[in-house]
């Protein structure tokens, strides 16, 4: 059965699902990535009695690829809209990318957000170097974008891999297939996070820094990770046998401290 909602932003629509009753828990995936990158967190955080939105970024999976801007202040936005849709603060799991609009968000509207979860955070530019970042941004450059992100994502992968890892790794190669999704996939990767960096110092809402050991996306993850936490005075969840996307590659560990955090930061319902 088709769950998905839409979200109805100025230049087109975003795609949502929402599972369970409860308090509010809204998950926004990063660069490349789709909604369903939540998939193993999700029926976790619902049984427990919460409300989860995961949402996919404009012009990934099927949000609309018809925005002018795909950067990381409108990501945030969107979150914004998306909360304020659905009534009531939240509790934002970000991932990479998505981990930079949720902390946006939480210094800059204080009281949409009740707690983040920073998962592989790109919260800095710096955290890559100079050359690599513009090697990437030449290499994810049209028309090779998607040729390069095939080969790269399952790196990122690094450590255990879900069981259905293939499967979904192929919806994520045939979202970016889809009209203009490629271009905007470009142009998502051109984003910065230095507006992010300079607002770490504003949030105030509770967090944790969940980091894959083995994240290839960080010379240093461990050192990335310890950063992040003291940025945001947050604390540090280091994951064993996980890359870049420790919620998926490992539930079994994540799932059961992010729960421990929702208890711990008093969202309940």
């Not at 369970?20 to 967190?41: E, S």
């Not at 984003?191 to 300079?198: C, P, R």
């Not at 461990?222 to 890359?243: I, T």
Request: charged letters at 20%; glycine letters at 10%; one cysteine or more.
């Amino acid at each position: 059965m088709d769950t998905t909602r839409w979200l109805q932003r100025p230049e087109g629509r975003l795609a949502y699902d929402v599972v369970g009753d409860g308090a509010l828990v809204v998950c926004v995936p990063g660069m490349g990535d789709l909604r369903q990158t939540f998939r193993h967190l999700v029926p976790a955080l619902a049984a427990a009695g919460y409300r989860v939105a995961t949402m996919d970024l404009r012009g990934h999976g099927e949000s609309a690829a018809t925005f002018s801007c795909y950067d990381v202040p409108a990501a945030a936005e969107d979150l914004r809209a998306l909360i304020d849709a659905l009534g009531g603060r939240a509790v934002v799991v970000g991932s990479s990318m998505g981990a930079s609009a949720a902390a946006l968000l939480a210094a800059e509207s204080p009281d949409r957000v009740a707690g983040l979860v920073l998962s592989g955070p790109f919260l800095r530019d710096g955290s890559m170097p100079g050359w690599k970042r513009m090697v990437f941004r030449l290499a994810t450059a049209r028309p090779w974008a998607v040729a390069v992100w095939r080969a790269w994502l399952p790196k990122l992968y690094a450590g255990r891999t879900p069981g259905d890892h293939a499967a979904f790794l192929a919806q994520v190669f045939a979202s970016l297939r889809l009209p203009r999704h490629a271009a905007a996939f470009a142009r998502t990767t051109r984003s910065s996070h230095a507006g992010t960096e300079a607002r770490l110092g504003d949030i105030r809402a509770p967090a944790l820094v969940v980091m894959g050991t083995l994240d290839p996306d960080f010379p240093d993850p461990v050192g990335e990770a310890s950063w992040a936490a003291r940025a945001v005075r947050g604390d540090v969840l280091l994951v064993e046998e996980a890359g870049h996307y420790p919620l998926s590659q490992r539930p079994d560990v994540v799932a059961p401290a992010v729960l421990t955090f929702l208890e711990r930061v008093g969202h309940r319902a």
